[in-house]
């Protein structure tokens, strides 16, 4: 796991060479073991390395025995011995033992269609000195991030945090209305806005490709299959399928030099990850797990049963109002811009205490995206099918600030740069998805290229390189993703039964006591906290004198909204204050980074 960044004049932009290796300095939590860099004809490439396989001799950047390729790769390539044995067979030896070290070969092989052969999570870059191309990609469904921007001067630069791209002197710091508009609803950024305005998201599942003299290639080489196709299929056959699938996707993510765990929630998801890793391995893991104060969110009794009953080492630990506020800081200064799901905070703690004990840890991340395990899904599908299909997923989706409140503390000028307001950013990516597709398989669709994506997995992305761990989620093994996708949603959500099929599996593997409670995802308090700890620093922060000057919202409304504090706005404030402390925390850091003038 790595943190990568990179700068190409193509042939006419200015040229930073020690643009990456700064940036790669700022990013040093995603990969404290070592560093290294590549400069040359006006293309310069760096990484950050946190060190899993190939302790000694995998090095990066990494490069084709001829030296004309040149790699730098954040994530981990599960298949890399099978890509060996195939370059192999074409008279491409691989030496070293990093998973890394196949990719200049494999690209020399096939081209810019090496993406398609890769398992695992990846951003990598590769540079092509003969041709003088730079081409960047990212994985299936967006576990690791790039970003990327056009520098003022022409040329392109890249980084795999959104901080660290700010350090190059070429690119601005003016902020995006749409981006706030789609933040204060959904509150996330969604890709391929950041908060920015120069600065992009490369979405899943793309190539990107540069070349001087010639505009810019982008191409998206892999889809979620939400067709619904498979009616036929008996029940026995997808439980069987499910089953070897999952149970290949955890093996091939137990590859580890160093000391590997699994998060522990006690849900069906983290538990069935869990029972079949300790099962492989045939050994105790270490699993982590959080708790609360507050039995209504407190799952620790339930992680506790189930490392009893897997015999692991098992370790908790335990939040409170306090780790809330120290958290909110570090959250948003990994994410680099606004970001409002406090389960962030959880998954903070229970990354710090992870890195107490293992390098690596297993995640049951992604499940609930793939197998109709929201409870939106049931609440859509309980509304019928009166309406347009995005106003009416709009309306279970939205959970930041609600579009009748928006009206009430918007500033004229602020509506009046948006494109139309009130306006439904989900209308685009369901005109992506197959019409034909019943309702909730295009739900799902739209989800795993934007909920799951730019909510989810930016959380674990960010909060787990924050403490230095690399995460792993074997319900995002884009195999399992194929086939689960393909299965009707109406054959996974049956009644007010979540993920029929998952549930089946996991009954060869857990006790009932995990199967048969009611889910619960990772939250924490924040109702209780807004209305006791947390409200002093929450009121304080949207009625100081900055935020009420933003330009944003009316300030007299917004001092009412805040001295109101009605439970039903506890997301809504929650989502304001997050946008608020990420402007101070960003207007602190911009004073704090003159160095990077030195970088011209």
Known sequence: MCGIAGTASLGSGAFHPSFPSAACAAMAHRGPDET??????????????????????????????????????????????????????????????????????????????FVERLHGMFAVAVHDLRANRLVLATDRVGKKPLFLAAPAGG??????????LLLHPGIGRETDPVAIDQYLSYRVVPAPHTVYRQVRKLEPATVAVFEPGK????????????????TDV??????????????????????????????????????????IATRQLGRPLHTFSVGFEHAAFDESAHALAMAEHCGTRHHVYRIGAADALEAVDTVLTHMGEPYAFPSAIAASCMYRLARRHVTVVLTG???????????????????????DLADRYERVLVDGVPGALKD??????????????????????FARTDPAAPELDRAMHVDSG???????????DRMSMAHSVEPRSPFLDHRLIDYVSRVPADRKLVGDQEKAPLKRVAARYLPRQILERRKQELAVPLES?????????????????????????DPDRLRTVVREFRPEHSYALWTLFMLERWHQLQADTADREPAAAGLV
């Open 408 to 429: 009430r503390l918007y500033t004229d000028a602020f509506a009046a740069g948006l494109p139309g307001h009130p306006h439904n950013y989900l209308r685009d990516r």
């Open 155 to 164: 040329g392109v630069a890249f980084a795999s945090e959104l901080p660290a």
């Open 234 to 275: 008996p029940q026995a056959e997808i439980d069987d399928t499910v089953d070897a699938l999952l149970q290949e996707a955890v093996r091939d993510r137990l590859e580890s030099e160093v000391p590997l765990g699994s998060m522990l929630s006690g849900g069906l998801d983290s538990s069935l990850v869990t029972a």
């Open 36 to 113: 290294g860099s590549f400069a040359s004809g006006g293309t310069a490439l760096a990484m950050c390395r946190l060190k899993v396989l190939g302790l000694h001799d995998g090095s990066q950047p990494v490069y084709s025995d001829d030296g004309s390729v040149v790699c730098v790769l954040n994530g981990e390539i599960y298949n890399h011995r099978e890509l060996r044995a195939f370059l192999a067979s074409r008279g491409r030896p691989v030496r070293g033992g990093s998973d890394a070290q196949v990719l200049p070969h494999l690209y020399q092989e096939l081209g810019e269609e």
């Open 215 to 230: 505009p810019e290639r982008r191409r998206v080489y892999w889809e979620f299959g939400f067709t619904g196709e498979l």
């Open 529 to 553: 906290w807004l209305g006791t700890e947390l409200r002093p620093v929450i009121s304080g922060t949207l009625l100081s004198e900055p935020s009420l000057e933003r330009g944003y919202f």
């Open 365 to 387: 991340d992604g499940s609930d995206e793939i197998f109709c395990g929201y409870g939106r899904y049931r609440r859509l599908r309980d509304l019928g099918g009166a309406g």
């Open 450 to 460: 934007f909920w799951l994506s730019d909510a989810q997995l930016v959380k674990i």
